[in-house]
């Protein structure tokens, strides 16, 4: 049983193919440098299509933390989190670390998780822990 | 332009039903125009929803719907913008009258889930479902699984206590009031009290909420009849519509940038529909909220402008947002305890509202209720939209 998501633009496929080869990255805008999170054809900024793949931070701030009972791909209850990534945005990613281990506002790092199925995901750990 | 009022209205018991979705449509739809007044005959529009987020999906339900009950429409329209469906229809429909184009129309949903239960039972059986759901969501949300908002409502209702220092208690305080209100209600999902310990003591789904905190999925529907001034039958119970605003921020389910508990469309839909409505949000009655989570009922109750940021669960402790309160809050017993077939959950939210403002609310009447507010959402409250009913004044 295909448990995959959608990938449901061709930029979806790039970031997840780039994932898989532990690289946490996204598209920046060649004409005015913005970098988008997530990735895009068409930057929102200057309305060029013109991007090249670029590094995003590995280290950000958890905003938010939470755990869901039941899901597709991950079976026992996985620590959710949205991590902010200074001057890219909001990542929704797991968190490798237990719910009662975390608090708003500390800084976490990224490493890759790979799901049951053989999806390599992005997950964030708090800082220190390894 | 023209005024335009709602004349008939009429919902199903929120529950589980075993009538097709289609048939059950029909039945509102026959209701509330007996309600109005009006044969399928002198029907000029017609505009639905699908009927639900998993259920089987078929094709033009309006035009079906126009052959069932013999309405020759001069307006249809298929809605599917999420929670707000049925009041982005409603919207148009709306402007079509007052335009002149038409002088009725009928707005209906009716919406049939397979039930929780069958799903869990058989998940092979119902993947493609489950699928569906996850579908929602782009690959950046969906590829972690989600199949329901709920975690990313866990994220904002756990942002909104952490900035305001609120306990468990003032969220699950807010369930209970709801319950009590639906109490009152004959044809609410839910009919057995429920205790603050209860709620804390129920399981949490996705911390911080509590299962007695989240909406149930149900089936329901409910259809509501506009007119022009020529087809009001009936003077006495006319509820007027003074205004519909919408208002949509840049993001679709979980913000990739900024706060992810402001809503900031919540507060420029209600600024316009009150701007629009000349009144001011003091001067509304009773008002018809949607929230499909204690904290998120909360976090509306003061986007909307009733309560200062951070001051909601005192107004609900207080008795503010209740019967004898400052303004009558969810008097069906909201999303958590009438029950929420979302589809259909903005037409119920009309039918209570017309219903208390033309004094039919029985046991839930607030006393002289003359302005109503509605609020819907749509994803993870992306867009907004706020209507202002009022009564006609004679």
Not at chain 1, 116 to 129: A, M, S, Y
Not at chain 2, 130 to 150: E, F, K
Not at chain 2, 369 to 389: D, P, R
Request: net charge negative; glycine share 8%; hydrophobic share 40%.
């Amino acid at each position: 049983m295909d448990t995959k998501p959608y990938m449901q633009d061709r930029a979806a496929e790039e970031f997840f193919s780039r994932l898989s080869e532990g690289k946490f990255q996204s598209t920046r805008c060649r004409g005015c440098g913005r970098v988008h999170y997530p990735p895009r054809v068409v930057c929102p900024e200057c309305l060029s299509g013109e991007m090249e793949w670029v590094d995003l931070p590995c280290e950000g701030i958890l905003l938010a933390f939470t755990w869901q009972e039941a899901a597709i791909r991950c079976r026992k209850p996985e620590v959710l989190g949205l991590v902010e990534l200074e001057g890219v945005g909001n990542v929704f990613t797991r968190v490798d670390a237990p719910y009662e281990d975390l608090h708003i506002g500390m800084r976490v790092t990224f490493s890759t998780w790979t799901s049951p199925d053989g999806l390599v995901l992005h997950q964030f750990r708090p800082v220190g822990n390894t | 332009m023209k005024e335009v009022y709602v004349a008939g209205v009429a919902m199903a018991d929120v529950g589980r039903h075993i009538l097709d979705p289609h048939e059950l449509g029909a039945r509102v739809c026959a209701e509330a125009l007996r309600d109005a007044g009006l044969l399928p005959r002198e029907v000029e529009g017609i505009a639905t929803t699908p009927h639900g987020y998993m259920a089987d999906f078929r094709r033009f339900p309006s035009q079906r719907m126009a052959d069932y009950l013999g309405i020759t429409a001069g307006f249809m329209m298929d809605v599917d913008s999420g929670g707000n469906s049925s009041t982005a229809a409603v919207q148009v429909a709306c402007d079509r009258i007052r335009l002149g184009r038409i002088s009725s129309c009928l707005v209906y949903a009716a919406q049939r889930e397979v039930p929780k239960k069958e799903v869990q039972k058989d998940v092979l059986g119902h993947f493609h479902l489950i699928r569906a759901a996850n579908s929602l969501y782009d690959t950046y949300q969906a590829a972690y699984g989600v199949i329901s908002p709920l975690p990313f409502y866990a994220m904002a209702v756990q942002r909104y206590m952490h900035k305001y220092g609120l306990e468990p208690e003032d969220v699950a305080r807010v369930a209970v009031l709801l319950r009590e209100h639906a109490l009152r209600h004959p044809q609410a999902a839910y009919k057995e009290p429920l205790t603050v310990e209860e709620v804390l003591l129920s399981p949490l789904v996705s911390p911080p909420i509590h299962r007695l905190e989240s909406s149930e999925m149900h089936d329901g529907a409910a259809a509501v009849v506009l007119v022009s001034e020529e087809l009001l039958r009936d003077r006495s119970r006319a509820v007027r519509i003074a205004a519909v605003a919408e208002a949509h921020d840049p993001t679709n389910f979980l913000p990739y940038r900024g706060e992810i508990d402001e809503f900031p469309c919540v507060e420029r839909a209600v600024r316009a529909a009150l701007a629009e409505s000349g009144y001011r949000v003091e001067e509304v009655d009773v008002a018809e909220v949607y929230g499909a989570f204690a904290g998120l009922e909360l976090i509306m109750y003061e986007r909307l402008g009733f309560f200062p940021r951070g001051e909601a669960p005192a107004a609900v402790r207080e008795g503010r947002t209740t019967h004898g309160g400052d303004v009558l809050l969810n008097p069906s017993g909201g999303r958590l305890s009438l029950g929420h077939p979302a589809y259909v959950t903005p037409l119920l939210e009309i039918v209570e509202v017309v219903r208390q403002l033309r004094g039919e609310a029985g046991e839930r009447q607030r006393p002289g209720a003359a302005v109503g507010l509605v609020h819907t959402e749509q994803g993870f409250i992306n867009g907004s939209i706020v209507m202002v009913l009022d009564r006609e004044m004679s």
